[in-house]
């Protein structure tokens, strides 16, 4: 099946400096990604839209410079948090589409950790 | 704009028992519905969906979802509850078929003990 791959899993840094988590398409291109971030006991709540060669497109509410987003590939996007604070500190979750009508496949996300 | 509901944060069940999860949902045309099941520190894995069509949905690992238009509600079922489907439960719906903006439910937690 379809697999969607993300790393890393845990990443503890601290406060000021940046972050890169990479989302990947194992077996399928993606033209088009997600990337959700989830909150303890809380549910996900979409950031933004990555597509392939194009800017993202960003939730309201989302600061794009805080959160650059670069989708490079049809399998691979990055979300950078760049001079990351502790209210950063979340669980990042990227989800991709196989084909245009199959549900969205998510990564196994990213801990995120900032001291 | 959809919403969805999950009422309960967590639901208990003894092992052998049927279990429900229970979610309604708001939205202004044709609900596209989705469930997915989230292990600890796991990303979501797709249990199942309903586009159109029967409202009895079968989805993966014996689960199955009703769809009913008149409570707007799709409630995940499973006949036999396994301790291993101890997990937090997303429902989630969308506007337009399969379409890019899924908006989750806040999530229940299911724990089976044997």
């Known amino acids: 099946g379809a697999v969607v791959s993300q790393h890393p899993s845990r990443v503890i840094c601290k406060s000021g400096t940046s972050v890169k988590i990479e989302c990947r398409s194992l077996?399928?291109?993606?033209?088009?990604m997600f990337w959700y971030r989830q909150f303890p006991k809380q549910s996900l709540m979409l950031m933004a839209t990555?597509?392939?060669?194009?800017?993202?497109?960003?939730e309201q509410g989302v600061e794009k410079d805080k959160f650059l987003i670069n989708h490079a590939s049809l399998t691979l996007s990055t979300l950078t948090v760049t001079s990351a604070h502790p209210e950063d500190s979340s669980f990042y979750i990227c989800?991709?589409?196989?084909?245009?009508?199959?549900?969205?496949?998510f990564g196994n996300g990213t801990r995120l950790t900032v001291t | 704009a959809q919403s969805v509901a999950q009422p309960e944060d967590q639901v208990n069940v003894a092992e052998g028992n049927p279990l429900t999860v229970k979610c309604t949902y708001s939205?202004?045309?044709?609900?596209?519905l989705f469930w997915y099941v989230q292990y600890p520190n796991r990303g979501l894995q797709f249990l199942l969906k309903?586009?159109?069509?029967?409202?009895l949905v079968k989805g993966s690992y014996g689960f199955e979802a009703e769809f009913n238009k008149s409570q707007t509600s799709f409630h995940l079922k499973k006949p036999s509850a396994l301790v291993s489907d101890s997990a937090l439960y997303f429902c989630?719906?969308?506007?337009?078929?399969?379409?890019?903006?899924?908006?989750f439910g806040a999530g229940t937690i299911l724990r089976v003990k044997s």
């Open positions: 989800s991709a589409r196989p084909g245009t009508a199959t549900p969205l496949h």
């Open positions: 309903y586009i159109t069509g029967d409202n």
């Open positions: 077996d399928f291109q993606a033209t088009t």
């Open positions: 939205v202004s045309g044709n609900p596209y």
């Open positions: 989630a719906v969308s506007d337009m078929e399969y379409g890019n903006k899924l908006v």
């Open positions: 990555s597509n392939e060669g194009s800017k993202a497109t960003y």
